[in-house]
């Protein structure tokens, strides 16, 4: 079978401009950051981009990039304060904001990866959240129908990849195993890549089937310095 | 003691053994710190961890974990891991007994507003994060916040103003003046911050609050 | 913290007459054995059965023993052609049968157990499945609602549980992690409970929250002789 | 060659190479059998599984291992396990290339009856397992069957009379006489097995089958 490694621009050339993209990562940790930080130097824009929370508190790291660079023209997402480039925009008009709230969010994703036209959710109700939205009554409780959520292209974040694509996760994998379903394309960062086999079957988050690049990120020792860093210089780490 | 110390050194109280808990950012976080003795609970936080401490050592900290706020985050024995999805299944699903939650304005019928702020004409910010799945679904929600904004006006009230973040969902709610109880009859007070007169909270609060017998002082 | 370790009959005495429970497992592969097996001999009676699929082909293993015993009044799953007294019960009118597409009854679950009020699926639209459901069309399309189903009881089957009740999978899980969110008491049977902390965190597949009994299983020596002895006799081994 | 072989040689021609493909019990899995060289397909079963193979030696079993028919399984190199949820989710949401799927019934406008049986009134058995999901999740629907019943009634019709699995579900339908292509325009005949006449086929079928200019035989 085909390696799925490519190298990072070749995965990149797929996303291109006015395209809706979905990226992991909860604040910057487990996010892909070579492939954003790349995208920063591409320029590519107009994007709508979806994230179920925004960039580590203050910008400048992770997502928040993609926003201060003015790429993104669109945020659909649970949160924006922790990026003021995004809160400055969205006030100014150039950032159109969707907001849903993230269990709502993630919830839309796997929808559009599980191939269901949506949930039903109670989380919402009487709320801004059912503006221009259909309800359902079930044993007498309203719920709100949020519909399935689908990107172009997905960037997803994994520890090891095997060639098939197969993807093991470490630490909080929050959104990426979830996005891996849901884009047309869907490119995955590691820090390792590794023979198929070398993944045990029952540590594999997201199965080979569904990525389609496989492509080596800033790798483990320049992550444990990124968040080293990142967290010093926040007052996190001492 | 400061308000916030006083806010969550109370709020600490509410916690019970054994206990899955997801703390807001703030206050919340801090009644952590207080937790009475004999008592454990597990934390939970949105990003899909469970059972976890905060390390603040250089040297401590694992960059593929982090909690809800990417802070460095050491997982505890018994301790794991998940995907968003699952994350909010537990918290969605009434597995997470109680949370604690910040709040710009609280009403009488338990609604609460905590996420939206005017920014512009129709645009709201910073955004709900998982405040809202958690309204919905923790078990017990313990509002904390401080009695009155900065010009000293009461963000008890009868009815919010600002957007929902949902309906009749407060169970209780703690300030540096009080400790107030969401029931079918309305709020009534439970108790108040040492020193403070049930005079002093009713003239500090907006919403029309029951008093049923004498009201005891906090033991903080 | 206190032990969720219990005996099989502590843990089986939350089983009342009448109740709703859930099984996991996949035609007996990864099911709680011992469990249904202490199940039948208690002959608690009356029960409505949720399960993903049914017994092993020809029956006389896993759930298929419960059925046989006459313990089930209704079966609520997507099959249940491997268990020929299923089928005959349910032409005589003594068993009550729900078929739902196995692809719904897993959503179904999970919606029970993740607080949603059901999904939308694109399945079983135009068939059978229509019949008494609500629909909403979102662009154009048309879907069923399928609401949320939850138990009174899950048993569950883990590989390896600590005593605060994580649990580790081995193999295919199947319908086990989905159950353990839907039912208000948990029981999970395993062939080896640890300590806190000897389950790596990111290997849990059940966090132990979630479960509210341990209970331990026949174990692997005697699970691989159970399914030995099962394919020899079924002609896939030899 | 039987009927059942002859499908089964037919249908394997539809694998492409990395194609993932889920197969039903009976011709489908026989396909398996006849994958042309140099095509590489990934099995997918709605337990749970990607990429196995059945096993048959006693000690080559591991008894936390099967695929969808509870059969003794390996898995091979790169391969996968995970939930029934997620396996529903590759399945329903388009991540499966292919199925190959038997049916009871089959109808020029691409509805299938796979699943109901009459067993007593309003009451149907077997089930439909996963097949439901798969008519409407796998991007390719091959549906092999006998071409006739027993009693020498077509099975390739108008329109179904048992219930159905999904409605304009399959793309194409193989039997021991004949491939048959579902088009907007309606059931197209591709090929005819070898030795069997266009005029055989369409006496055995009760569904309007349109035929193109000649009709060229199966190769298999």
Same mark, same amino acid.
């Given at each position: 079978?085909?390696?799925?490694?490519?190298?990072?621009?070749?995965?990149?050339?797929?996303?291109?401009?006015?395209?809706?993209?979905?990226?992991?990562?909860?604040?910057?940790?487990?996010?892909?950051?070579?492939?954003?930080?790349?995208?920063?130097?591409?320029?590519?824009?107009?994007?709508?981009?979806?994230?179920?929370?925004?960039?580590?508190?203050?910008?400048?790291?992770?997502?928040?990039? *993609?926003?201060?660079?003015?790429?993104?023209?669109?945020?659909?997402?649970?949160?924006?304060?922790?990026?003021?480039?995004?809160?400055?925009?969205?006030?100014?008009?150039?950032?159109?904001?969707?907001?849903?709230?993230?269990?709502?969010?993630?919830?839309?994703?796997?929808?559009?990866?599980?191939?269901?036209?949506?949930?039903?959710?109670? %989380?919402?109700?009487? %709320?801004?959240?059912?503006?221009?939205?259909?309800?359902?009554?079930?044993?007498?409780?309203?719920?709100?129908?949020? %519909?399935?959520?689908?990107?172009?292209?997905?960037?997803?974040?994994?520890?090891?990849?095997?060639?098939?694509?197969?993807?093991?996760?470490?630490?909080?994998?929050?959104?990426?195993?979830?996005?891996?379903?849901? #884009?047309?394309?869907?490119?995955?960062?590691?820090?390792?890549?590794?023979?198929?086999?070398?993944?045990?079957?029952?540590? =594999?988050?997201?199965?080979?089937?569904?990525?389609?690049?496989?492509?080596?990120?800033?790798?483990?020792?320049?992550?444990?310095?990124?968040?080293?860093?990142?967290?010093?210089?926040?007052?996190?780490?001492? | 003691?400061?308000?916030?110390?006083?806010?969550?050194?109370? #709020?600490?109280?509410?916690?019970?053994?054994?206990?899955?808990?997801?703390?807001? /950012?703030?206050?919340?976080? *801090?009644? #952590?710190?207080?937790?009475?003795?004999?008592?454990?609970?597990?934390?939970?936080?949105?990003?899909?961890?469970?059972?976890?401490?905060?390390?603040?050592?250089?040297?401590?900290?694992?960059?593929? =974990?982090?909690? #809800?706020?990417?802070?460095?985050?050491?997982?505890?024995?018994?301790?794991?891991?998940?995907?968003?999805? %699952?994350? /909010?299944?537990?918290?969605?699903?009434?597995?997470?007994?109680?949370?604690?939650?910040?709040?710009?304005?609280?009403?009488?019928?338990?609604?609460?507003?905590?996420?939206? *702020?005017?920014?512009?004409?129709?645009?709201?910010?910073?955004?709900?994060?998982?405040?809202?799945?958690?309204?919905?679904?923790?078990?017990?929600?313990?509002?904390? *916040?401080?009695h009155?904004?900065?010009?000293?006006?009461?963000?008890?009230?009868?009815?919010?103003?600002?957007?929902?973040?949902?309906?009749?969902?407060?169970?209780?709610?703690?300030t540096?003046l009080a400790v107030m109880?969401?029931?079918?009859?309305?709020?009534?007070l439970k108790e108040v911050a040492?020193?403070v007169?049930?005079?002093?909270v009713?003239?500090?609060?907006?919403?029309?609050?029951?008093?049923?017998?004498?009201?005891?002082?906090?033991?903080?």
């Open positions: 079978m085909k390696s799925k490694e490519v190298s990072l621009d070749a995965a990149l050339s797929h996303i291109k401009d006015g395209m809706t993209i979905m990226i992991g990562g909860f604040l910057g940790m487990n996010a892909p950051l070579a492939a954003i930080d790349r995208l920063v130097e591409l320029g590519v824009k107009d994007l709508t981009l979806i994230t179920a929370v925004n960039a580590y508190p203050g910008g400048g790291f992770g997502i928040g990039k *993609l926003i201060e660079n003015h790429q993104v023209k669109k945020y659909i997402g649970s949160h924006i304060g922790t990026c003021p480039a995004a809160v400055e925009q969205y006030k100014n008009g150039e950032l159109e904001v969707e907001f849903y709230p993230q269990g709502t969010i993630i919830e839309k994703i796997r929808a559009g990866g599980a191939g269901l036209g949506g949930i039903l959710t109670p %989380t919402g109700v009487g %709320t801004l959240m059912e503006e221009g939205k259909q309800k359902v009554t079930i044993d007498g409780k309203v719920y709100l129908v949020e %519909t399935a959520l689908r990107a172009d292209v997905a960037i997803i974040r994994g520890y090891k990849a095997d060639k098939m694509g197969n993807i093991l996760y470490r630490g909080t994998p929050n959104s990426n195993p979830v996005m891996a379903l849901a #884009a047309d394309y869907v490119i995955a960062e590691v820090d390792y890549v590794v023979e198929p086999g070398e993944i045990e079957p029952d540590r =594999v988050g997201t199965p080979g089937i569904l990525v389609d690049a496989v492509v080596k990120g800033y790798g483990e020792e320049k992550t444990r310095e990124i968040f080293r860093e990142l967290w010093i210089k926040n007052k996190k780490l001492a | 003691m400061d308000a916030r110390e006083l806010i969550a050194r109370r #709020a600490a109280q509410e916690f019970k053994d054994g206990y899955v808990v997801n703390l807001g /950012f703030g206050i919340p976080v *801090l009644a #952590a710190a207080y937790i009475p003795e004999g008592v454990e609970v597990i934390l939970q936080a949105e990003n899909g961890i469970l059972n976890f401490e905060t390390v603040t050592r250089l040297g401590e900290e694992d960059p593929y =974990v982090a909690d #809800a706020a990417c802070q460095p985050t050491r997982i505890l024995p018994g301790g794991s891991t998940f995907d968003l999805a %699952t994350s /909010f299944a537990i918290i969605r699903g009434g597995h997470v007994d109680a949370t604690i939650l910040g709040a710009l304005e609280v009403d009488q019928e338990g609604n609460i507003a905590n996420w939206a *702020l005017p920014l512009a004409p129709g645009k709201w910010s910073p955004g709900m994060g998982g405040a809202m799945d958690l309204l919905v679904g923790a078990k017990r929600v313990i509002c904390t *916040l401080q009155t904004d900065k010009k000293g006006r009461s963000k008890i009230l009868k009815k919010c103003t600002l957007p929902l973040s949902a309906t009749k969902a407060v169970d209780l709610i703690i540096e109880e969401v029931t079918p009859e309305g709020l009534v040492p020193g007169s049930v005079d002093q009713k003239a500090a609060t907006e919403a029309d609050l029951i008093v049923k017998g004498p009201v005891p002082e906090m033991r903080l």
